[in-house]
């Protein structure tokens, strides 16, 4: 199979939606997924597609309680195309399914150098007859509100009529994910439907709540020596053109479907519908279509292609694939974060949490103004945070650990275990450490562009008030002269509440106490940075006072780290947890990822156990290099070293199921920067994630984004070990002998395409010529200069 498709044979219905997910195709403004033209939304089947940004929200009764929540909107369905045979001495057939028809052959090819779904199959028409059907899909990545359809029947050894009926489909809902199917779910409302002769029809509608208007306008032709007799029929919710086409055996006959979505947030436009028509009526045919957006993904594949051999370079091209449809340069045009699962599906529906961490330190290096749009939504929606902050009694910005349109908190507060059938409390929200990756991604991505007007802008202004609120949260215990932060959730998630407690959060989580200390030291540091005018600018702005601002010195010193046995603990208390028995469990129920949902249904609680979902201390090594990790801690007070590190990860690699695709990637890139073997096991995992689908069913919900772009950074920052921090590239290169050749381009400071390679025992560094300075590369045991026009071959020494 070649390295740029993938292919599924055959028609396996209890596959169908985790296909549909993996044959999602979008361009950053949409995507639709990759369900069967014919097939509207069933069990089986789910033709989703999703606006980037396009919510709504709506009220729910769930075990007596009312609950408001918001999801990305599943819009109307475009893709929908069906048709049913007539022999030339007989009557019509029923429309094709694939359910109830013979299929011969059937095959799906996902190309991803053209970013085209393309399936075939022959379907049998009566003893000797055959039918022959080619379809290929895009979503346009250069024109960012077309789609086509192409479909090319071919009759073999029979003569006839071929109806097809192309429609736009209203009656939609939100029904991707069946534990949310108690909930209320129809968002598409005021549906319109309308036609345009001689080809297009077209549909309107508004979302329930947010009021975004929504219109979609297809137009279908035929490309056929026989010309079809054509209808177009505008329905309640439904705009359909039936077209009757003349089926000759060994002539095929070609039906182009293109399609304009627009939405009332797009800019530079008065009317959707009007808009909608307009562009479809001046759209190409499929073929300049076609050629048009491969165009476009040439030139994202230049900017951003990964070169690894075999298998896993096959799955990295794969994940980069899905993150370019989700966060594209049409992203940057857009007001929208990074959706956990992708425009793919319906999980965590829509909703933006902490995966932002994994995705712009690729995206920094190689679409640095995607990354910039992404970390301005955060920004437009700091006023939002800042008042969350003091409806809890705090100052600064108290980001929400889910969020949507607005920036308000998004996290249910009661959530299902399918196991039990039980509604349970959700204290998710007291995951605060998300304001710590928020801070996190702005430093990394103004140190990798040297976009120090951001910095000293925008990116302060958050760092300040996300510093404010860590100094605020954290209280002097006299008794030690620690500081400590009461009552969070860290990234393990499990664990919630001591077992017993009254109320939920948990006391000095390590990672929560050590990212807060980093925040606080690096605004300190950007404060005195910044050009005396700007600082009293941004206090004023701000309305910092003079006293905050020692405080945070005390604070980012004095911040509690708690040990147990060796080990850094994972919070206060951990040590005084029942051990699980891991092997009886395992013998039990062979795969236990989500433990949790186990446990609760057996009426225990997970938060009686050392036992973690995911990584949370460990993400640390994930986040900060040895060197600088070491800092954090000397700088806190305490010794790390190596042993106290070593003993850490064992620790906690004992304790953890892996209930989360984030976790395999940490692990993996922990383990390989402590140069350890099993390191290649846990990315192998990370890479499979969503093709094996390993976490039992969810990825036909959503790929999982920040699993997908963090193997990408695997190989960019974690392999390499990159760092971009003193105006230099730092490298401290990772063995991991069965990635141990990769090459990659990127994008730093004004230079576009630096080629980075590694191949037997040395690194390549080549800096395309230009009229940008010289580049400063260090590694531990030397610097180099690297002048535009320079290629630097490194011998990196032996492990």
């Known amino acids: 199979m070649s390295e740029w498709t993938w292919e599924w044979t055959g028609y396996d219905p209890t596959a169908e939606q985790l296909r549909e997910s993996l044959c999602t195709l979008g361009n950053g403004y949409f995507a639709t997924r990759g369900a069967l033209p014919e097939c509207r939304a069933d069990l089986v089947h789910y033709p989703g597609t999703y606006a980037a940004g396009c919510y709504d929200r709506l009220d729910s009764t769930v075990a007596g309680r009312r609950v408001v929540n918001e999801d990305l909107v599943n819009l109307p369905n475009w893709l929908l195309l069906r048709f049913r045979l007539r022999r030339a001495e007989g009557t019509w057939g029923p429309w094709f399914s694939p359910s109830t028809h013979s299929l011969l052959d059937h095959r799906h090819t996902l190309d991803l150098r053209r970013a085209t779904l393309t399936r075939s199959f022959r379907h049998r028409t009566g003893e000797t007859g055959v039918l022959g059907v080619e379809q290929t ?5 250069g024109d960012p509100h077309l789609a086509a359809l192409r479909t090319v029947f071919t009759a073999e050894g029979w003569s006839g009529e071929i109806e097809i009926e192309s429609c736009l489909d209203g009656e939609v809902i939100n029904g991707n994910v069946h534990r949310y199917r108690a909930l209320s779910h129809r968002h598409v409302t005021r549906v319109r439907t309308g036609a345009q002769e001689p080809h297009t029809v077209w549909l309107s509608c508004r979302t ?45 006959v070609t039906v182009e479907k293109t399609v304009a979505l627009h939405t009332s947030r797009d800019t530079a436009i008065s009317d959707p519908l009007g808009e909608a028509v307009d562009r479809v009526s001046n759209a190409a045919d499929f073929p300049t279509l076609l050629d048009s957006h491969t165009a476009a993904w040439e030139q994202l594949w230049r900017r951003a292609d990964i070169q690894v051999s075999g298998e896993a370079g096959r799955t990295l091209r794969f994940h980069l ?18 959706p956990a699962r992708g425009l793919h599906g319906e999980a965590y529906r829509g909703h933006v949490f902490w995966d932002e961490l994994f995705v712009l330190p690729y995206l920094n290096l190689h679409f640095p103004e995607v990354s910039r749009a992404l970390l301005n939504y955060r920004h437009r929606r700091l006023p939002r945070a800042c008042r969350a902050a003091a409806a809890a ?31 349970l409390p959700d204290h998710s929200r007291l995951q605060h450490h998300v304001g710590s990756a928020i801070a996190y991604n702005v430093w990394q991505y103004c140190e990798a562009t040297g976009d120090t007007e951001y910095l000293h ?98 604070v980012s010193r004095r911040l509690r780290v708690p040990f147990h046995q060796g080990v850094i603990s994972q919070f206060d208390g951990y040590d005084n947890l029942a051990e699980l028995d891991w092997d009886a469990y395992r013998a039990r129920y062979g ?34 290099s040895p060197a600088e990790l070491r800092a954090l801690f000397r700088r806190l007070g305490y010794d790390l070293d190596d042993d106290i590190w070593r003993r850490t990860v064992d620790y906690y690699l004992r304790r953890t199921s892996h209930g989360s695709t984030l976790s395999e990637l940490v692990h993996g890139l922990v383990l390989a920067k402590a140069r350890r073997a099993e390191a290649w096991q846990y990315v192998h995992d990370a890479l499979e994630a969503d093709i094996a689908d390993i976490q039992g069913g969810t990825t036909g919900e959503g790929v999982h984004l920040g699993a997908m772009a963090g193997t990408l950074d695997l190989v960019q920052r974690g392999l390499t070990g990159l760092e971009t ?38 690194l390549e560094i080549a800096v395309p010529d230009s009229d940008e300075s010289s580049i400063r590369v260090v590694l531990a045991d030397r610097a180099v200069t690297v002048a535009p026009g320079e290629t630097c071959v490194l011998v990196l020494p032996e492990e």
């Open 591 to 624: 795969t236990f990822r989500r433990l949790d949902r186990i446990l609760e249904s057996e009426g225990d609680t997970v938060n009686r156990f050392k036992a973690s979902k995911q990584a949370d201390v460990l993400m640390l090594g994930y986040l900060f």
């Open 457 to 554: 802008t925008k990116g302060a202004e958050m760092l300040l008030q996300i510093a404010r609120f860590w100094a605020d949260l954290a209280v002097l215990d006299t008794a030690t002269g620690r500081y400590r932060i009461r009552g969070v959730v860290g990234p393990d998630e499990y664990h919630d509440s001591y077992p017993g407690a009254e109320s939920p959060g948990l006391d000095d989580n390590t990672y929560t106490n050590v990212t807060a200390a980093w925040v606080l030291t690096r605004t300190l540091e950007l404060l005195r940075r910044l050009p005396a005018w700007r600082r009293e600018e941004l206090f004023q702005r701000v309305r910092l006072g003079a006293e905050e601002v020692p405080k945070w010195e005390e």
């Open 208 to 252: 329930s709540t947010s009021d975004i208007a929504v219109a979609l306008a297809a137009r279908t032709k035929v490309v056929s020596d026989r010309p079809p007799s054509s209808e177009l029929r505008p329905g309640r919710h439904r705009a359909t053109h039936r077209l009757v086409i003349p089926a000759v055996p060994g002539r095929p």
């Open 393 to 423: 009694g705090r100052a600064g910005a108290m980001y929400p650990w889910q969020s949507g349109s607005d920036g308000r908190e998004e996290s249910q507060e009661w959530h299902l275990n399918p196991r039990s059938g039980r509604w």
């Open 137 to 141: 899909r895009l979503v346009h990545m």
């Open 321 to 338: 694939f899905h993150v370019l449809q989700t966060l594209s340069p049409h992203t940057a045009d857009l007001d929208v974060g990074v």
């Open 725 to 762: 921090r003193e105006d230099a590239l730092w490298l401290h290169p990772v063995p991991l002998p069965t990635l141990s050749e990769y090459g990659f381009t990127m994008h730093y400071r004004g230079h576009w395409g630096i080629r980075v390679r590694r191949r037997g025992g040395q």
